[in-house]
């Protein structure tokens, strides 16, 4: 079985300082990986996904992430935070790609003026 | 266009009771999923329906709760006997499912409170 883990459930960063969320996953097989993101009082909404391909990927609102299979991680960044980041995020696994996504527990990104 | 509708947004039940929360997927998705978001357990996937396929159950926590889905579009999430630790958000998500996307379409989500 597959499985997330997201490691630091709060990250607190000033506004224009580098984002990064941390992600590590396992899985017997090659994943597919995503990242959602859920404003408050709000659905999931998907920021980025890698499938197969480049292992950089780059998504919505100026996200990216890197694949790193030797690393069995999928790290979400952005160079530069804006106020209207804070979310919570989300990083999830899937074996097939169609198949229900395994979530990890999710990070609180909280941005300091 | 329409995104995933899900109803009611909100459903207030007593222990005991059965409740039945609706979804309504994005036209023309064949897949759908139902997902279960908890403060305790976080996001945990629940059930999926693709075409004509037989479901994928294996999230369901108990067999107090089942799935329908009717046409392959609206789906109905029913819980029988209610017991307090139902009480989450439950999401629905859909599909298109054509090769190299696999994106999942949330909805806003059903908050379910067992009292």
């Known amino acids: 079985a597959q499985s997330v883990t997201q490691l630091g459930s709060h990250v607190s960063v000033s506004e224009g300082a580098l984002v990064l969320l941390r992600c590590n996953y396992s899985s017997s097989v090659p994943p597919y990986l995503f990242w959602y993101v859920q404003y408050p009082n709000q659905g999931l909404q998907l920021l980025l996904k890698y499938t197969t391909g480049a292992t950089l990927v780059k998504g919505i609102n100026g996200f990216e992430a890197e694949f790193k299979k030797s690393e069995t991680s999928f790290h979400l960044t952005k160079p530069s935070a804006h106020m209207s980041d804070a979310a919570e995020y989300f990083c999830a696994v899937s074996v097939r790609g169609a198949d229900g996504l395994t979530f990890g527990k999710g990070t609180h990104l909280i941005i300091q003026p | 266009g329409a995104g995933v509708s899900q109803s009611p947004s909100n459903k207030v039940t007593e222990k005991g009771k059965d409740v039945e929360l609706r979804c309504d997927p994005i036209s023309g998705h064949t897949a759908l999923y139902w997902y279960r978001q908890s403060l305790g357990q976080g996001l945990e996937f629940l059930i999926y329906f693709q075409g004509n396929s037989a479901p994928d159950k294996s999230g369901l926590p108990s067999d107090r709760f089942s799935a329908e889905r009717t046409g392959g579009s609206v789906s109905t999430l029913t819980i029988q006997r209610t017991q307090q630790e139902d009480s989450a958000v439950y999401l629905c998500?859909?599909?298109?499912?054509?090769?190299?996307?696999?994106?999942?379409?949330f909805g806003p989500g059903t908050r379910l409170t067992v009292t």
């Open positions: 998500a859909s599909s298109l499912v054509l090769a190299s996307t696999y994106e999942q379409y």
